[in-house]
């Protein structure tokens, strides 16, 4: 089975703060993808990476940045955190164009 | 253009009843129509998925229903079960990119 492992659950950080979320997949996909999921709104595409130290802009990348220095590793930054960045973030991965992406259990950020 | 909307937000259906869940698109390029189902505590996972090609795709009590006149699509529930519970989205990509737009997401509640 695909595993998607984000570091962790539950995160509280400050305005302000630089924040890092992790991901790690196992089954060497190429694509992986970073989400934030709100009531409401669906899942939104924040960043994704087709490949090592590749990145593309999703839907809503302000304020936030990447990092793939490894295969299996998919590193989520905000810069300064901000309170409208409280969300959940979701971080999928896949082999190649339309098909399944795997995602992990999210990270529910608070930003106070 | 890059929309996906979908309808109900919330459904509250009997156990043993159908549920529907709609969903509509203006691209038409999207070729490739996903549903995903996501538990309290965890990330979507693939349900069923759909191309344009066909009309409906059945697997179990899941079936997608496709309209490409109408640029619609569906996922029905059969004989729905408490188990069933759980937030569906629909999601819509164009052939070979590298992203999925989302609904908004259903919340299905099936009770005894």
């Known amino acids: 089975d695909v595993k998607v492992t984000q570091s962790s659950r539950y995160l509280v950080k400050r305005t302000g703060e630089k924040v890092f979320l992790e991901c790690v997949q196992d089954m060497d996909h190429e694509n992986m993808f970073w989400y934030r999921q709100d009531p409401g709104l669906g899942l939104r595409l924040i960043y994704f990476?087709?490949?090592?130290?590749?990145?593309e802009k999703g839907d809503i990348p302000e304020g936030y940045s990447v990092s793939r220095e490894k295969k299996e590793r998919f590193s989520l930054i905000l810069e300064s955190a901000s309170t409208n960045q409280t969300s959940m973030y979701l971080c999928a991965s896949r082999t190649w164009s339309n098909q399944p992406q795997h995602f992990g259990d999210g990270t529910r950020l608070s930003i106070l | 253009q890059q929309q996906v909307k979908q309808s109900p937000q919330s459904l509250i259906v009997q156990k043993g009843g159908i549920s529907i869940i709609n969903c509509a698109y203006e691209n038409t390029a999207f070729d490739y129509f996903p549903w995903y189902q996501q538990f309290p505590g965890k990330g979507p996972a693939l349900l069923i998925a759909?191309?344009?090609?066909?009309s409906e795709k059945k697997e179990g009590r899941f079936t997608i229903s496709f309209n490409k006149s109408a640029k619609q699509f569906s996922l029905h529930i059969m004989d729905s079960q408490p188990g069933d519970s759980a937030t569906y989205f629909c999601a819509a990509s164009i052939k070979n990119t590298d992203k999925l737009i989302f609904g908004t997401g259903t919340r299905l509640q099936v009770f005894p």
């Open positions: 990476s087709y490949d090592v130290k590749m990145k």
């Open positions: 759909i191309r344009p090609d066909v």
